[in-house]
Structures are given as structure tokens and as C-alpha cells.
T-cell receptor
């Protein structure tokens, strides 16, 4: 059981380049989300999805795009990378919306992105 | 404003000793409180989830307490091991918005 799988683990981009961070889960979870983690700050929600075909913005959505064509996959696209997007990105999934009393959030191992 | 504050920011203890990490929150309405462990370079892993009616929950050597009246939680680690070296993140769920508010974490280092 792989859980939540993120690729790539490391990526270096130049300003203005675009790329996609991949996320897949094999637990049949309806809820999936993307967070970024920066030094001295708590995890911040970028985008989330409560099911296939449904996505919504989180706290810091600017510069990012998502889609959810299947239950398993939730890719995060950086449209035109900026140095401010240098961060560690985590994908997470849960069986419920994430705040139910059994909504344990399962995280991937993270993708470390550096934008030069 | 919904906030989660953790203390201390960092902590160093010797192997075998106990320690307690603190979490204060100003989230309303409250749904549940979670503690996560994050090893360096890895994703967070859930330790406990507590609802309003639960005031103590254990997971092996980890025991979380919750005082919903004072809006405080603590995570007690008993007989620490080197593998306990990690960041511990407190997360509170706001019941009316499905939003999770993350603390900045306490970095624990356990030395032999």
C-alpha cells in the first residue's frame, strides 16, 4: 500500500518556467489537497479537492493551478515559476473533508522546489 | 483571527527523559485537534486526533491532552528515544469552514 506518492522529490526551475508536481493516492480518498511549507511558517493550503471534477482555492492559490480528473490523481501546476515559490510542497489526502472526527490526513513525502 | 501557537520552538533532551510540548489555539468554532510528527525531509504523520469531548488520547509513548475551556493542548512524550527527534505540529480544525490551521511546530532533538 503506497499511500500518497509525490513526484518529483526535488526540482530546480528557472524563473518563468512551468512544471507540474504529481500526486497520486491509492486509498480511494475523496479529499485531496496541496500545501506548501516554508521556514518559520505553518503549512499553508494552496488548493484542494473534495472529489473528482471538483477543486477549490485554499489560502495561497496565486500562481498555481490544479485539476482532478480521477479520484487517484491531483497534479499541481506552476504556471510561471517565481523565486517566491521556492518551497517544499506536500500533497495530502483523507477519507473525509479533512475536519471530520475521523478525517485523518495522510501526507506524501514532499517535493522540494527551488526557483532561481 | 484563528491561530495556533506552539511552544517551545525547539527543545533538546537526553534519551530516556520525558518532555511536554504545548499548543495554544484561538480557533472558533472548534472541531478537533491533531498532533503530527514530521521527520526531517519527510511528510507529517498523524499521532492523534481529539474531538471536543476527549481530554486525553494516547498513541504508544505519546499522550495528548486537550483542555477545550482554556484552548490548550499538550503532547507528552515518555521515555524519549533517538527516533523521537522530529518536528511536532499541532493542527486545529475550524468546524464551520472545514479549514485546518497549522502551528509552526516544535523541533525536538533527542541526544544519547
Amino acid at each position: 500500500n503506497a499511500g500518497v506518492t509525490q513526484t518529483p522529490k526535488f526540482q530546480v526551475l528557472k524563473t518563468g518556467q512551468s512544471m507540474t508536481l504529481q500526486c497520486a493516492q491509492d486509498m480511494n480518498h475523496e479529499y485531496m489537497s496541496w500545501y506548501r511549507q516554508d521556514p518559520g511558517m505553518g503549512l499553508r493550503l494552496i488548493h484542494y479537492s473534495v472529489g473528482a471534477g471538483i477543486t477549490d482555492q485554499g489560502e495561497v492559490p496565486n500562481g498555481y493551478n490544479v485539476s482532478r480528473s480521477t479520484t487517484e490523481d491531483f497534479p499541481l501546476r506552476l504556471l510561471s515559476a517565481a523565486p517566491s515559490q521556492t518551497s517544499v510542497y506536500f500533497c495530502a489526502s483523507s477519507r473525509t473533508s479533512g475536519d471530520g472526527d475521523t478525517g485523518e490526513l495522510f501526507f506524501g513525502e514532499g517535493s522540494r522546489l527551488t526557483v532561481l | 483571527k484563528n491561530q495556533v501557537e506552539q511552544s517551545p520552538q525547539s527543545l533538546i533532551i537526553l534519551e530516556g527523559k520525558n518532555c511536554t510540548l504545548q499548543c495554544n489555539y484561538t480557533v472558533s468554532p472548534f472541531s478537533n485537534l491533531r498532533w503530527y510528527k514530521q521527520d526531517t525531509g519527510r511528510g507529517p504523520v498523524s499521532l492523534t486526533i481529539m474531538t471536543f469531548s476527549e481530554n486525553t488520547k494516547s498513541n504508544g509513548r505519546y499522550t495528548a491532552t486537550l483542555d477545550a475551556d482554556t484552548k490548550q493542548s499538550s503532547l507528552h512524550i515518555t521515555a524519549s528515544q533517538l527516533s523521537d527527534s522530529a518536528s511536532y505540529i499541532c493542527v486545529v480544525s475550524a468546524g464551520n469552514t472545514d479549514k485546518l490551521i497549522f502551528g509552526t511546530g516544535t523541533r525536538l532533538q533527542v541526544f544519547p
